[in-house]
Structures are given as structure tokens and as C-alpha cells.
């Protein structure tokens, strides 16, 4: 899944190059000598062209699934929900246990750090 904000026009291009091209037909009428001739044309374009992948706006997203061709979605932002005050709880305890886990010195054991496991044993 890929989102708006990409700022690198290599990989843009990359997933440009990954959604594919399609036919675009063009028709040409010329006249002259009170005739006139028509002639048909078939050319490859971008699906969506790098310039537009970087242009995503907030919101939307491209998703790829193994054997499929590539989906653009609108999302559904969790702090727009009605569970969004429950989830943005559930993000600072989470963000918190992690602070709180980080600042703990683990144990070292010969010159090697040693997470204890849930008993307390290394």
C-alpha cells in the first residue's frame, strides 16, 4: 500500500512503471484535393505516471495484491472514526510501554546485551 506523501521520484516512477501502460487511439483526418483521408494510430501511455503517484492526495492510496492489478482506494483515517478517542488511548499506552521499555539497561553478559524473558531469566 502506498500513500500520499512520496517524495522520491525514483520509486514513483518505479510504481508508475509497476501499474502499467494502456492503448491510447488516436484519429487523424487530412484533406486536400477535395478528399479527405482518415488514419488511426495506437500509442502506449502511463496508467498513472509518476508525476501523479507523487501528487496522491491525503486520503487516497494505491494497493497492490500478489496477481491483481493495482487498486486506488480512499481510506478510512481511524481518527476520523467513532472509535478514534479508544484507539488514540490504546497509541499512548502503547507509545508509552515502549518509553518505558527503552529506558530500561538490559543485563549484560559478556560484553553482550541479554533481554530477560517474561520470568526475569536471561
Do not use: C
Amino acid at each position: 500500500m502506498v500513500g500520499s506523501g512520496i517524495d522520491d521520484a525514483s520509486f514513483a516512477e518505479d510504481l508508475s512503471r509497476l501499474i502499467g501502460d494502456h492503448d491510447v487511439t488516436t484519429i487523424s483526418i487530412s484533406s486536400g484535393d477535395g478528399r479527405s483521408s482518415r488514419s488511426r494510430s495506437v500509442r502506449q501511455q502511463r496508467i498513472l505516471p509518476a508525476a501523479a503517484i507523487r501528487a496522491l492526495p491525503k486520503g487516497q492510496a494505491l494497493v497492490w495484491l500478489t496477481g491483481s492489478k493495482v487498486a486506488m482506494v480512499t481510506t478510512l483515517p481511524w481518527y476520523d472514526g467513532q472509535r478514534a478517542d479508544e484507539i488514540a488511548a490504546q497509541v499512548t499506552a502503547a507509545q508509552a510501554g515502549l518509553t518505558a521499555a527503552a529506558g530500561t539497561p538490559m543485563p549484560r553478559t559478556s560484553g553482550v546485551a541479554v533481554r530477560p524473558n517474561s520470568a526475569g531469566q536471561r
